[in-house]
């Protein structure tokens, strides 16, 4: 079983900075992929940033140039550095990751969430 915490959440001017992380125990040794999402509007999550096993990386449009995804293996974390916040960045953010059970099919686990509050 994977379990991702997630921290760095809170409360900062537009323009600020703030620092997520996310900690996973378990299972990590397949690992796809991991990532970052925030909650849209209804019940889905939208992409933010995701790193792969082969440290590709992808951005959401809006977040480009802003927020930079790293991880370090030992650590078995991930983190999205974010810079010139915006209040539209306020939002849940959550962490994901993807392993693959003993079939080979992919499954999605997630963190609890960590709030961000970008005040103008």
């Known amino acids: 079983q994977v379990q991702l915490v997630e921290s760095g959440g809170g409360l900062v001017q537009a323009g600020g900075s703030l620092r997520l992380s996310c900690g996973a125990s378990g299972s990590m040794f397949s690992m796809r992929a991991m990532g970052w999402y925030r909650q849209a509007p209804g019940p889905q999550r939208d992409l933010v940033a995701l790193i792969t096993s082969g440290g590709g990386t992808n951005y959401a449009d809006s977040v480009k140039g802003r927020f930079t995804i790293s991880r370090d293996n030992a650590k078995n974390t991930v983190y999205l550095q974010m810079n010139s916040l915006k209040p539209e960045d306020t939002d849940n953010y959550y962490c994901?990751?993807?392993?693959?059970?003993?079939?080979?099919?992919?499954?999605?686990?997630w963190g609890q969430g960590t709030r961000v509050t970008v005040s103008s």
């Open positions: 994901n990751a993807i392993i693959p059970d003993r079939y080979g099919r992919d499954v999605n686990y």
